[in-house]
């Protein structure tokens, strides 16, 4: 059973950085992709952002393309969210999940990879972004 803890949130101020960590309680690479979601008061879970455990290939949501970087450290088991140019709607709960090959292969392959069922998931982070 994979265990995942997301670290680094806090109170920042629009246009300010925070990173976020997630770190694993196993190789990831024994799986398909890391994820990274949010969800909002009253809104929906989104996908943020994802990175392939094998091939490090990221992926970002179009919300978040061009201020978010995902990377990770095999040798640490950790996965990170870099977030740069922070807005207030930026503030949510962070989720760091993880998609297994089986789950992957058994859903198909899909074009965006944060559609998959991830199959597990950490307690979330809070980021706020207030002035």
């Known amino acids: 059973q994979l265990q995942l803890e997301e670290s680094g949130g806090g109170l920042v101020q629009p246009g300010g950085s925070l990173r976020l960590s997630c770190s694993a309680s196993?190789?990831?690479?024994?799986?398909?992709?890391i994820g990274w979601f949010r969800e909002a008061p009253g809104k929906e879970r989104e996908g943020v952002s994802c990175?392939?455990?094998?091939?490090?290939?990221?992926y970002y949501a179009e919300s978040v393309k061009g201020r978010f970087t995902i990377s990770s450290d095999n040798a640490k088991n950790t996965v990170y969210l870099r977030m740069h140019s922070l807005k207030p709607e930026d503030t949510a709960v962070y989720y760091c999940?993880?998609?297994?090959?089986?789950?992957?292969?058994?859903?198909?392959?899909?074009?965006?990879?944060?559609?998959?069922?991830?199959?597990?998931w950490g307690q979330g982070t809070q980021v706020t972004v207030s002035s």
């Open positions: 196993r190789f990831t690479f024994d799986y398909y992709a």
């Open positions: 999940a993880a998609v297994s090959r089986a789950t992957v292969q058994a859903m198909g392959v899909r074009p965006d990879p944060l559609d998959y069922e991830y199959d597990y």
């Open positions: 990175i392939g455990s094998s091939d490090g290939v990221s």
